[in-house]
């Protein structure tokens, strides 16, 4: 192998840039990035770039001397705009060809926005250009709508009320995160909300954004200074349409995260079998990224000795005063238990059953050793019955 | 670690001297440190945020150490060798 091409350059394509030089990889290395910044953390963009405790000079992922060592060849501000697949190369916006033995897409996901007249001036929350528009945006005397109580959603409102912005969040489920987490996890963060003065309303359906505020389904303008639409994001496979790859929810790759021979695909985009949970996923979680850039790195480098990509996927979300941390894959789960502490105080651990097996674990304010532990049931795909016991069920 | 591949390139480097930093304020708490090198990383039980055990781990720990400093979600790790 002498000219690896890694496209995105953020968590995941960094990690795969690293892996192959620590791994021994001596050939040319070209990491393509279409935003004008080194590769830079996204989680604190809704925390502490949001909420103004730190500035931009804390989120880059490495320094520029530790990104110097790696001898790259690094194309940034620059768009990957098509591939050809039985050619091996890489089409770029500024016109070059980039050749390529090895292949990893790496290239993530933008979010999901509204149509509307007032489409253009609503916020997102992805880039750090993102957070700092809307971070001068917030503050006492402003309203805020934010569209959408997802992780994301939910994060940005409550940074933003802690700022002194009077915050709407919108959300069309009935309770918010709950096939992601369970009803009863689910109402304990709308608590959260309301504990903390921001003006969550469920069940609403946001049409468009209008000219000072959203307009919902039923007509309703809810008036607002700023909007911030949070409703989930797209994969960005635009450049491999037509190149023969296998695109549906994201790049599909099978269970080494290979999409093609020598093409593999890493992160927010990828889509992959995890033979661990016998099903295949996309996740969106920081800590994904970088062991999915991790792993096809190591299978790129090392065909014969292939390993399938199969993680226990983990992430964590700040809100207000706690943090949610879980392990494991909870969606489509049948069954939730909470196995210690207790909902109502905000520090719990609960259990999550697929099957006859735990699938999963979420914590609140939970000593490490035991979230670590029930991790590790998760990792051994221990049984229900013999991790949880007889607990009588308390409904998903 | 699962998954993500475990064992790292270079087994023991002797000879090597490693220095170990973290950025505490980073640290977002998730134990994926202390999961691949025990000995070098632990976590506050308050909180879960990182506590450095070995500020220079032996040549035989270097390999699980540099994986850590990759896979931290935060970036809080950093590495320093002679
Ligand atoms: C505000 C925010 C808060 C988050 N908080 C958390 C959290 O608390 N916990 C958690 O687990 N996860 C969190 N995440 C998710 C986490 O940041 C992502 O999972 C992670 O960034 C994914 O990394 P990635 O490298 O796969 O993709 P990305 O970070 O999306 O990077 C892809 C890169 O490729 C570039 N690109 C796209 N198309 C092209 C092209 N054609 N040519 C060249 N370059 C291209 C993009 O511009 C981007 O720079 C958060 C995300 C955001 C946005
Ligand atoms: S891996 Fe990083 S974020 Fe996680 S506990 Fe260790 S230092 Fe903190």
Redesign the pocket.
């Known amino acids: 192998m002498k000219h690896v091409v890694v496209?995105?350059?953020?968590?995941?394509?960094?990690a795969a840039v690293e892996t192959l030089r620590r791994e021994g990889y001596e050939g040319t290395l070209t990491l393509?990035?279409?935003?004008p910044y080194h590769?830079y953390?996204?989680?604190?963009?809704?925390?502490q770039i949001l909420g103004g405790q730190w500035e931009p000079d804390r989120v880059p992922l490495r320094s520029a001397a530790d990104l110097d060592a790696l001898g790259l060849d690094l194309r940034l501000g620059?768009?990957?705009?098509g591939l050809d697949l039985a050619g091996r190369t890489v089409a770029?916006?500024d016109g070059a060809r980039v050749p390529y033995d090895g292949l990893v897409i790496?290239?993530?996901?933008?979010p999901r926005r509204l149509p509307g007249d007032g489409a253009e001036r609503a916020h997102v929350?992805?880039?750090l250009d993102?957070?700092l528009a809307l971070r001068d945006r917030l503050g006492p005397g402003r309203r805020l709508v934010v569209v959408g109580a997802g992780?994301?959603g939910a994060?940005?409102a409550a940074v933003a009320s802690g700022l002194g912005t009077e915050v709407t969040l919108l959300e069309p489920a009935p309770v918010p995160l709950a096939p992601a987490v369970g009803e009863r996890v689910g109402r304990m963060l709308t608590r959260a909300h309301h504990d903390h003065g921001v003006d969550l309303r469920t069940g609403v359906m946001v049409a468009e954004v209008a000219d000072g505020g959203v307009r919902l389904s039923d007509g309703t303008l809810v008036e607002a200074d700023e909007v911030l639409v949070a409703i989930g994001s797209v994969p960005?496979t635009?450049?491999l349409e037509g190149s023969g790859l296998p695109l549906g929810d994201g790049l599909e790759c099978d269970e080494y995260s290979a999409a093609a021979p020598d093409v593999y695909g890493?992160?927010?985009?990828?889509r992959w079998h995890n033979p661990l949970f016998g099903t295949a996923m996309r996740?969106?979680?920081?800590?994904?990224?970088t062991e999915?850039?991790m792993a096809v790195a190591r299978n790129l480098l090392s065909p014969e000795a292939r390993k399938p990509f199969a993680p226990v996927p983990?992430?964590?979300?700040?809100q207000y005063d706690f943090r949610i941390q879980a392990h494991g894959w909870l969606r489509g789960h049948e069954e939730v238990a909470v196995v210690e502490g207790a909902l109502e105080e905000r520090k719990f651990l609960a259990a999550y059953r697929s099957g006859d097996r735990v699938a999963g674990v979420l914590a609140v304010g939970m000593p490490p050793k035991a979230v670590r532990t029930w991790r590790q049931a998760v990792a051994t795909r221990a049984a229900w019955r013999d991790a949880v016991g007889e607990l009588v069920p308390e409904g998903a | 670690m699962s998954g993500a591949g475990g064992g790292a390139g270079s087994g023991e480097d002797k000879g090597v001297t490693m220095r170990v930093e973290v950025d505490v304020p980073k640290c977002?708490a998730s134990g994926q440190c202390v999961m691949i090198a025990p000995d070098v990383f632990d976590q506050r039980e308050e909180d879960g945020i990182v506590v450095l055990l070995d500020e220079r781990p032996a040549s035989e720990l270097h390999a699980d150490v540099r994986e850590s400093a990759v896979v931290c979600?935060a970036a809080a790790i950093r590495v320093v060798e002679k």
């Open positions: 496209v995105g350059a953020s968590a995941a394509g960094l393509i990035g279409d935003e590769p953390d996204r989680p604190p963009l809704s925390k620059v768009t990957a705009t770029l916006a790496a290239t993530g996901v933008r929350l992805r880039t993102d957070a992780f994301l994060e940005a960005n635009g450049w890493a992160g927010d985009v990828a996740i969106e979680h920081r800590t994904n990224a999915q850039g983990y992430f964590w979300s700040d | 977002v979600p």
